[in-house]
């Protein structure tokens, strides 16, 4: 059985470009969150997805954008690149939003902005 | 807001030494859910535990064990006799109880075990 699966695994953008992200999530989930890793943080909420919607939002701009399709998986899209938008972003899956509900990661994307 | 807190940053300890993991959290909520995760080299976030406000049962499983205080606001991770297996970074997280709730981490804990 598939975790959740992200690709690509990594890339290299420049400056104002713009990125797309994808996140199959783990077979039986139907929610998926987005979050970003800067190096030697912790993850940082960006979005969550349900339904198709956007249920909960981070402090994050609106550079950052999503979307869920009809089979639950997932696009994280970046406008605009910054130097500082270099991360992990990592995509999680879970049953529902409820908080008890665990959150299953994938191994990420790693981004870097040049 | 929720808040977590991981005071320590890096810990190195020789094979078979116990090793705890600090974690304090902030919350105003009264039924919320604590999370450990570890995060190997590989990237990947890897659950080891979860525990809800109400059942401060502190729990043991294999080599790890947890001791969850409300009073305190703390949820520390032990690990007995550890391997060098466990060098990973470890996460713990607070995540409310409502619908759409998010994870909210701590900065990690960098655990080096040598030979």
């Known amino acids: 059985d598939a975790g959740v699966t992200q690709s690509p695994t990594h890339l290299i953008k420049t400056r104002g470009q713009q990125v797309t992200l994808r996140c199959s999530p783990k077979?039986?989930?139907?929610?998926v969150s987005w979050y970003q890793q800067a190096l030697g943080q912790g993850p940082q909420f960006i979005f969550q997805?349900?339904?198709?919607?956007?249920?909960q939002r981070g402090n994050f701009p609106d550079r950052f954008s999503g979307h869920q399709f009809p089979n639950y998986s997932s696009e994280l899209n970046v406008n605009a690149l910054l130097l500082g938008d270099s991360a992990l972003y990592l995509c999680?899956?879970?049953?529902?939003?409820?908080?008890?509900?665990?959150?299953?990661f994938g191994a990420g994307s790693r981004l870097t902005v040049l | 807001a929720q808040k977590v807190t991981q005071a320590q940053t890096e810990i190195s300890v020789v094979e078979k030494e116990d090793v705890t993991l600090d974690c304090v959290y902030e919350?105003?909520?009264?039924?919320?859910?604590l999370f450990w995760y570890k995060q190997p080299p590989s990237g990947e976030l890897v659950f080891l535990i979860r525990?809800?406000?109400?059942?401060?049962q502190n729990e043991i499983s294999g080599r790890y064990s947890w001791n969850f205080q409300k009073s305190t606001s703390s949820f520390n991770f032990t690990i007995t006799a550890s391997q060098v297996v466990d060098s990973a970074v470890y996460f713990c997280?607070?995540?409310?109880?409502?619908?759409?709730?998010?994870?909210?981490f701590g900065k990690g804990i960098t655990l080096s075990v040598r030979p």
């Open positions: 999680a899956s879970s049953f529902e939003t409820a908080g008890a509900n665990v959150l299953t």
């Open positions: 077979s039986g989930h139907d929610t």
């Open positions: 997805y349900y339904e198709e919607e956007e249920r």
């Open positions: 919350t105003r909520d009264t039924t919320y859910y």
């Open positions: 525990r809800n406000s109400f059942d401060e």
């Open positions: 997280a607070l995540r409310t109880a409502g619908a759409n709730s998010k994870l909210t």
